[in-house]
C-alpha cells in the first residue's frame, strides 16, 4: 500500500534514533544506512518509500560518457522517480567519484523527489544545494560517475551503507542519519515510536527536575507507575 499522509506525519515525528530502538527490540540492528549524512545542517526530517538504484563498479567498456544516453542510465531512471521518493543510490560507499550533480539534482526537485541518500558522494556541491533538493551523502567530489562508478539499473535491491533496501521500504532520514523501515514493521514503528517518543521526553523532564538514572531509565515497575499516571492527567 501507498504510504498515507498520516503516516508521513507520524512518522515526521520520530527521530531516526527512536525508530532504531523501536526495531532493535524487533531483532533488527541494521537499519542504519552508514555514510549518508546530511549534505546541509539543519534539514527537516523526512519521509519517504525507496525508490532504489545501483551502482557497481566502473568498466572502461560501459562507463563512458556516451552510457548518459544509454536507455539505462541515471538520466532514465529519474524519469520514472514517482512524487514523494527518496531515492537510494547503492554507490559502493566510493567517495571519488560523484553519482549526481546540480542538473540531474534540479530535475529531481521537478519531479517532486522528497530527497537523495546514498552512501556516495555527489558534485557540483554549489549546484545541488542551490537546487533545494534535501541530500543525504558521504561528501562530494568533481570527477563525475563514470570515473569510479558504471550505473546498472532501479528498482530492485540494492544494498546502500551496507543496509539492505527493498523497493518501496519506507525511509526516514534526518540530523542522525537515514534509516530504513521494512513494509511489514511500518504498522509496527507507527504504533510504538510516538509512545517512545512521549516515554522518552517524560523521562527527560523527570532528568530536569533532578531524578537520578537508576529505575528511571530504563523504568522499573515503580517509575512505570508513575508515567502511566503522568499520562492519565
Not at 543510490?89 to 534540479?106: P, R, S
Request: proline content about 8%.
Amino acid at each position: 500500500m501507498p504510504l498515507s499522509p498520516e503516516a508521513i506525519a507520524t512518522l515526521s515525528r520520530v527521530t531516526t534514533a527512536t525508530i532504531t530502538t523501536v526495531l532493535l527490540k524487533k531483532g533488527l540492528r541494521n537499519v542504519w544506512m552508514r555514510g549518508a549524512r546530511p549534505l546541509r545542517p539543519g534539514q527537516p526530517r523526512l519521509v519517504g518509500e525507496a525508490f532504489t538504484l545501483r551502482f557497481v563498479p566502473a568498466r572502461e567498456d560501459l562507463a563512458t560518457p556516451e552510457s548518459w544516453s544509454s536507455p539505462i542510465s541515471t538520466r532514465t531512471a529519474i524519469e520514472a522517480m514517482p512524487q514523494g521518493c527518496i531515492a537510494v543510490v547503492d554507490a559502493m560507499g566510493i567517495t571519488d567519484a560523484g553519482i549526481f550533480g546540480d542538473i540531474l539534482c534540479a530535475r529531481m526537485v521537478k519531479r517532486g523527489v522528497t530527497a537523495l541518500i546514498t552512501d556516495g558522494v555527489v558534485r557540483d556541491i554549489e549546484g545541488v544545494l542551490g537546487t533545494g533538493l534535501p541530500v543525504w551523502c558521504d561528501g562530494y567530489a568533481a570527477p563525475p560517475s563514470v570515473a569510479g562508478l558504471t550505473f546498472v539499473g532501479w528498482g530492485e535491491p540494492i544494498g546502500c551503507g551496507g543496509v539492505a533496501v527493498f523497493p518501496n521500504d519506507i525511509v526516514v532520514a534526518d540530523q542522525d542519519g537515514a534509516v530504513l523501515i521494512p513494509q511489514k514493521l511500518l504498522d509496527h514503528v507507527l504504533a510504538d515510536g510516538p509512545e517512545q517518543e512521549r516515554t522518552e521526553a517524560w523521562i527527560v523532564e523527570e532528568v530536569n527536575k533532578g531524578a537520578v538514572l537508576p529505575g528511571l531509565y530504563p523504568m522499573n515497575a515503580e517509575t512505570k507507575a508513575r508515567y502511566e499516571a503522568s499520562k492519565a492527567k
